[in-house]
């Protein structure tokens, strides 16, 4: 047999028969659309779940407002802290879109309306990858990637669900292949950046991404130069000459016409003023800059797989970017259709933005399309072996598919998911989350008619925002370049309770700002890692504040002043009408509404369903069942601030012999409370000598000595608010509960109530 001979045969051996060949490209390319449209279901699941973006609300609100005013209203009607520019209209189209869908379709058509979104941008980008790589496989691992770095973008009602799209429309009209655009495609592109710059101030991304093709593109008038004989340059490089004029032309059209919205310039400027003049960089999940060495140093929205994969990019880019300077080096021609140099700016560009903030990982489709090109182009080389390509394919689709799996798993998918609804009739039948909005409070404060201006929690201002404004206006929502950066230092103050200068206390920060009502959050579980502590129970025991509603997690406070003197009358007219014990002077009576109105008191979140179950047994004649019922008792009413109840039902399971750990917590805080320095020590004795191995005990032990200490302070008339702080400081620190055990409380509530 001859040589010739010989070699076809190993060539017939080695490429496999055609019928084969073709069954495992069907097989991969399944294998790949599998594992992308199984992360395409996982994204829409989350996009079509009840509103649970804490920003959705204040746009929605202003979009009211834009509608009925116009878009220069005269002043911000949510914020009581907000400059004198605030309202900023660079989201006020967007606002207007959900506010007119909101009346037309309800909470149901925008979830719909967010799914459909979010499908229609992952076809955008399947579409991108497969006609730069023209490779199945390759598309939908880009696409699948994408997804999963775009998660928190996607899954959040934001005005990014807009600039997402238009960025990539931006690429598809100017740079996603070397020529002119027709006359149509630059009307879309103005009517495009007239809608984009009037939705949000992100817009800016057109012609930065535009400067940045434009860049690539007179690289690859270099690389052009170097590559093309002499003869042939000319003609080239005046089509590339020609592209370069239409992306600086490109550029001036989107300023200019990006000019016609309410703000004019100062669009534009928006970013730069707001990152000089607000609290926008204290926004850590949002602005945190990504760090590609240390997966602990990005922030919790950034999980090891985004980590992970996001790495794994940057080395594939570098990879890509070294071989096509090897190519270019070596004068292959092939290079320019290989290695697209405007990809590559695009690619750069967005790996800078991304290590900024960690909200531009979706930007990562520029690098990842650059790499796709270059792989697409490989895999369709004639000179690849047909075996080496079935590994590559049979590499690219297991990825696409394990990348899918991981993100149900531990990429950011469950982190969400565990909050929607369990059924599918509660996911379909539920229009927004709202048990973190503490909706008792929030229904309180509707029901009552009360006005005046409130202090709220960061994330809940826009949700208090739409239901309460304008008779209730807000301290803070994440509106950050809404009210000046002094707002979110004495926000973090207040909740932490710190002292701002001499005897100057968050006391008086909220005097100095007028604050009315005072809505407090969270259950007693000190201070756990860098979480915001709870504020619920800041105001207990200071003079000239009054708790007038109350639940397990929340507690609402009104100024005793003459200006809410109507304030105090509505709310005791409305716990007249509820048959609510109430007084002006003392508040809500949270042990009498317990127990004498207990029906009331579950529909208010003073206790959970299970928590009255286990009540019901403080009425039986065996010991451990009476001792059960007590010491769930004993937990609601120290939860309500009804401390000297809660007193008097631990006295009694002290005579049952039924004293626990869970009880010398509760007689610790509660003594701290009711101001008893003796009993607070003696509790915190007995509960290190009972329990030494557990970490809380000498914690409470700790603060107890504290604060024996702090109570022995002088109280005279100067020293009394300084002193009440103190106090107020030590108590909240203290671990009534743990976070798992709190976690366990708060969904033993009533499902998700609807604000009325």
């Known amino acids: 047999m001859d040589s010739s001979s010989h070699s076809a045969k190993n060539s017939t051996a080695a490429s496999g028969p055609p019928a084969s060949r073709f069954d495992a490209r069907a097989v991969t390319v399944t294998v790949a659309v599998a594992g992308l449209l199984f992360v395409v279901a996982l994204s829409l699941y989350l996009a079509g779940a009840p509103i649970f973006t804490n920003d959705f609300w204040f746009h929605l609100k202003m979009g009211e407002v834009y509608w009925l005013e116009g878009p220069w209203p005269g002043a911000d009607p949510m914020l009581h802290t907000a400059h004198e520019h605030a309202p900023i209209q660079h989201e006020w189209l967007f606002g207007i879109l959900l506010h007119g869908l909101e009346r037309t379709t309800g909470f149901f058509g925008i979830r719909i ?55 990539f429309l931006t690429y598809q009209l100017f740079m996603a292949s070397h020529g002119v655009p027709t006359r149509s495609r630059w009307i879309a592109f103005a009517c495009m950046m007239l809608i984009w710059a009037n939705s949000h101030s992100l817009f800016a991304l057109a012609p930065l991404l535009l400067f940045a093709g434009l860049l690539g593109t007179l690289v690859r008038a270099g690389a052009e130069w170097y590559l093309i004989e002499p003869a042939s340059r000319r003609e080239v490089l005046s089509s590339t000459r020609r592209v370069a004029l239409v992306l600086a032309l490109a550029i001036g059209v989107s300023l200019a016409v990006s000019l016609l919205n309410p703000r004019g310039i100062e669009q534009h400027l928006t970013f730069i003023s707001s990152s000089q003049d607000s609290a926008i960089w204290s926004v850590k999940d949002e602005w945190s800059h990504f760090d590609p060495w240390v997966a602990a140093n990005n922030p919790s929205t950034v999980s090891p797989l985004l980590f992970g994969l996001m790495d794994g990019i940057l ?204 809505f407090g959050v969270g259950m007693p579980v000190g201070f756990v890692g860098h979480a915001e502590p709870s504020t619920t129970a800041h105001l207990e025991g200071i003079p000239g504040w009054v708790v007038v509603s109350r639940s397990l997690n929340h507690a609402i406070y009104l100024r005793a002043h003459p200006r809410n003197a109507d304030n105090f009358a509505k709310i005791e007219r409305y716990y007249a009408d509820q048959g609510v014990t109430f007084d002006r002077k003392r508040g809500i009576d949270v042990a009498a509404t317990v127990a004498y109105n207990i029906n009331w008191a579950l529909a208010h979140d003073m206790l959970t369903p299970g928590q009255a179950e286990r009540m019901a047994l403080r009425q039986s004649a065996d010991s451990w069942d009476r001792a059960a019922g007590l010491e769930v008792l004993a937990q609601v009413y120290v939860l309500g601030g009804a401390y000297a109840a809660a007193d008097a039902v631990e006295r009694e399971l002290a005579q049952l012999g039924r004293v626990s750990n869970a009880s010398l917590r509760r007689q610790v805080y509660g003594a701290i409370k009711l101001d008893r320095p003796a009993k607070a020590a003696r509790a915190a004795a007995e509960l290190l000598r009972k329990y030494p191995e557990d970490a809380n005990s000498r914690v409470l032990q700790q603060l107890a000595v504290a604060y024996g200490e702090v109570s022995r302070l002088t109280a005279g008339r100067m020293a009394e608010g300084a002193r009440n702080v103190a106090l107020g400081r030590v108590a909240q620190r203290v671990p009534l509960l743990s976070r798992f055990s709190a976690g366990l409380i708060e969904m033993d509530l009533l499902g998700e109530p609807q604000v009325k």
């Open 113 to 167: 309306a967010h799914a459909l979104s979010v499908l229609a941008i992952l076809g955008l980008v399947y579409g991108m990858a497969r006609r730069a790589s023209a490779n199945t496989q390759v598309a939908c691992l880009i696409a699948t990637a994408f997804a999963i770095l775009a998660w928190t973008r996607l899954h959040q009602l934001r005005p990014d669900l807009l600039s997402i799209p238009a960025t």
């Open 315 to 518: 080395i594939a880019f570098v990879l890509t970017t070294l071989a096509g300077i090897f190519s270019l080096v070596r004068r292959r021609m092939e290079t320019l259709a290989r290695f697209d140099p405007v990809a590559f700016g695009l690619g750069l560009a967005s790996i800078v933005a991304i290590f900024v903030s960690v909200r531009f990982l979706w930007l990562a489709i520029f690098p990842l399309l650059f790499i796709g090109r270059a792989l697409g182009h490989g895999l369709a080389d004639s000179r690849m072996r047909s075996d080496s390509r079935e590994i590559v394919c049979w590499v690219l689709a297991l990825a696409t598919l394990g990348l899918g799996i991981q993100f149900y798993r531990v990429g950011g998918y469950q982190t969400t998911a565990d909050r929607l609804p369990d059924t599918v009739s509660e996911y379909l039948s539920t229009p927004y989350l709202s048990r973190k909005f503490h909706v008792a409070g929030v229904q309180f404060l509707r029901d009552t008619q009360v006005e005046g201006r409130l202090f709220n929690s960061y994330g809940m201002g826009g949700f208090l925002g739409y239901w309460l404004s304008p008779r209730l206006s807000t301290y803070i929502d994440s509106r950050t370049e809404h009210y000046p950066p002094e707002v979110v230092t004495e926000y973090t103050r207040i909740t932490r309770m710190r002292k701002l200068t001499g005897r100057y206390t968050y006391l008086d920060t909220l005097d100095s700002r007028e604050v009315d009502f005072f």
